[in-house]
Antibody, heavy 128, light 111 residues
Framework: EVQLVESGGGLVKPGGSLRLSCAVSGFTFSSVWMTWVRQAPGKGLEWVGRIMSANDGGTADYAGFATGRFTISRDDSKNTLYLQVNNVKAEDAAVYYC???????????????????WGQGTTVTVSS | QSVLTQPPSVSAAPGQKVTISCSGSSSDIGNNFVSWYQQVPGTAPKLLIYQNNERPSGIPDRFSGSKSGTSATLAITGLQTGDEATYYCGTWDTSLSARGLFGGGTKLTVL
């Protein structure tokens, strides 16, 4: 069974930095594309960005708001996905989810072109 | 404001049918597959429909998806109280660089 477990959320000051992690088990992590999605309190889902597998180039794409301050990376040796956020703003407060991205690469359950498996989310609070 | 437009809420009685629309454009829905997600309050979203109309294993056939042109629709028949949730459509915008898109979400109330 594929499992995703996010961590690294918590309280961060405006202007600070944070790094979220997403540990993946039950599947060959190196072959999957991965996505970050966030959800501000009481709001809808917002796509943050995704990273391809190394075999497909390993490049990352970002939402407009994430370009410049957000960096998605992966360590295939640790089966872990990361989201680095710099110069944190109040509007970055949200639950952050990682998900397997079946738009490309391998797909754990073969549900192609969907976000197949989701983690439980990690909460980021922004306050001084 | 989301690029994909969904009604904020829908409601129907148990046993009835409800449809949720998702409207986009030629650069997103018009040229890409649509997926649907169900989110019960306090939990992570769950994949409900992929590739416009395919159901993952374990999703009842009461849930169905369709797509026509630049719009997609989620239909739920035989409504149950357990279907109360917020439903999101999702797709890609491949006009410039690839980026994911979600609708604003539709809260379903089973009266």
């Amino acid at each position: 069974e594929v499992q995703l477990v996010e961590s690294g959320g918590g309280l961060v000051k405006p202007g600070g930095s944070l790094r979220l992690s997403c540990a993946v088990s039950g599947f060959t992590f190196s072959s999957v594309w991965m996505t970050w999605v966030r959800q501000a309190p009481g709001k809808g889902l917002e796509w943050v960005g995704r990273i391809m597998s190394a075999n497909d180039g390993g490049t990352a794409d970002y939402a407009g708001f994430a370009t410049g301050r957000f960096t998605i990376s992966r360590d295939d040796s640790k089966n872990t996905l990361y989201l680095q956020v710099n110069n944190v703003k109040a509007e970055d407060a949200a639950v952050y989810y990682c998900a397997t991205d079946c738009t490309g690469g391998a797909c754990p359950n073969n549900y192609y072109y969907g976000l197949d498996v989701w983690g439980q989310g990690t909460t980021v609070t922004v306050s001084s | 404001q989301s690029v994909l437009t969904q009604p904020p809420s829908v409601s129907a009685a148990p046993g009835q049918k409800v449809t949720i629309s998702c409207s986009g454009s030629s650069s997103d829905i018009g040229n890409n597959f649509v997926s649907w997600y169900q989110q019960v309050p306090g939990t992570a979203p769950k994949l409900l429909i992929y590739q416009n109309n395919e159901r993952p294993s374990g999703i009842p056939d009461r849930f169905s998806g369709s797509k026509s042109g630049t719009s997609a629709t989620l239909a739920i028949t035989g409504l149950q109280t357990g279907d109360e949730a917020t439903y999101y459509c999702g797709t890609w915008d491949t006009s410039l660089s690839a980026r994911g898109l979600f609708g604003g979400g539709t809260k379903l109330t089973v009266l």
